[in-house]
């Protein structure tokens, strides 16, 4: 596992004092000033709220891939939140790949791996179900919140220049299905099966006749390796999340059909999850995690501290590219790379507001009802039921409320409600196979 090292503050202060009481008296020195000063109103006087003495434990590794939507643990970490809210011993450590992410994850940190993650929401409720695990045995995850909405992207090799593709994906049929009778390969990539990003981009495919692993087979490549890939031609298209879209085109490699806001606007995306026996054992660990992180996600989203984010997202330790291929999507301008630029798009990156942090289970059907779609899940597979065991909003509420967060902030309930796509079809929480029957291209 690509694992970075811890910086040298967390290493034990040579003060004379204990740790904890060393961390409590420097993190009050640091909220009284910069910290507080650039976090949302209303919020400072939840430091140390809780307190640490109820934690059952101070310790948490927790996995992230490279990528701008794990942004609120980068943050949590460097702004020192998780010590604020008592979790002095919190590791965030990168993966390589998600396959990566819950090996480490079925692992458990007790033995060489890692508590929780920032993930691909699908994958908990896979490993839940047993779907992905070794000798599909089941391990129990818990889902504690978004992490973002939107965010992702849609690219295509330069070799497609002169198509100028969009949310319209038809164009594309002919033209790998040209190639491929020339007897050159075809792909298109995503980053894990059953994932986020293998769902959009097969959900923009067949929205434009496109049958996956048929017309245009999909491979796996772990994000930090997307580009790389499409310079030597491995793919034809892929679908990533940020920096990678944006890298893409800064290299003159390909250029951008859609963000996948476009697909489904403010949709949900990354998610925090922890293992349940985590989450069983350490309670209270757990919820200041989870503060730690929400806290987080306010300042991400605060315009004015953007930059800072992107600052933050670049070090190496976290994604190791340029700010510049961060900052400006982050901020909503977004050059596709085909002469096409947006200012101000309404489907930039997501951390906090429009509830983008409330793990919403309405959200978590869609994304099992597509699972089933492509034949992931079996047709009768039980989706509320797991639902109902992993998607814990419950933690949430209570974090916020121990938070402090305005009742406006908090959703009222558990579903966002109908959902509508970029191709006009609809998703009813409280009907799914009808809009699977709705659906013409599925597995």
Known sequence: MDDTPREQQNAEPKTGLPRRTFLKQSMGLL????????????????????????????????????????????????????AKHGMTDVEVLKQSSWGTTRDNLL????????????????????????????NNTPLPMVLLARLNLNGQGISISKEYGDLKLGSDASAFKQAVAAKQAKGQKIAAAMTFPGGTHDLWLRY???AGGIEPNKDLPTVVIPPPQMVANMKVGSMDAFCVGEPWNAQLINQGIGYSAVTTGELWANHPEKALSLRADYVDANPNATRAILKAVM?????CEAAENKEKVAEICAKRRWIGAPAKDLLARLQGTF?????RVVENSPHL?????????????????????ENKRWGYLPKDFDSQALIDTVNREDIWRQAAAELGVPAA?????KSRGIETFFDGKTFDPQNPQAYLDSLALKA
């Open 335 to 339: 050059d596709y790379g085909n002469g």
């Open 107 to 134: 692992l458990g940190a007790g033995s060489g791996g890692i508590d929780g993650a920032h993930i691909l929401t699908p994958m908990p409720y896979l490993m839940a179900a047993g779907k992905i695990t070794t």
């Open 295 to 299: 806290e987080a996600q306010m300042f």
């Open 31 to 82: 909220g009284g000033g910069a910290l507080m000063s650039m976090l949302p109103a209303g919020l400072s006087s939840a430091v140390w709220a809780a307190g640490s003495d109820g934690l059952e434990t101070t310790k948490a590794k927790l996995g992230f891939i490279a990528l701008t939507d794990a942004a609120p643990l980068f943050v949590a970490e460097e702004l020192g939140l998780f």
């Open 204 to 206: 923009w495919m067949a």
């Open 409 to 413: 902030q908090i959703p009222q309930g």
């Open 349 to 369: 990156m997501r951390f906090w507001s429009e509830f983008a942090s409330y793990p919403f289970q309405s959200h978590d059907l869609w994304f099992l009802t």
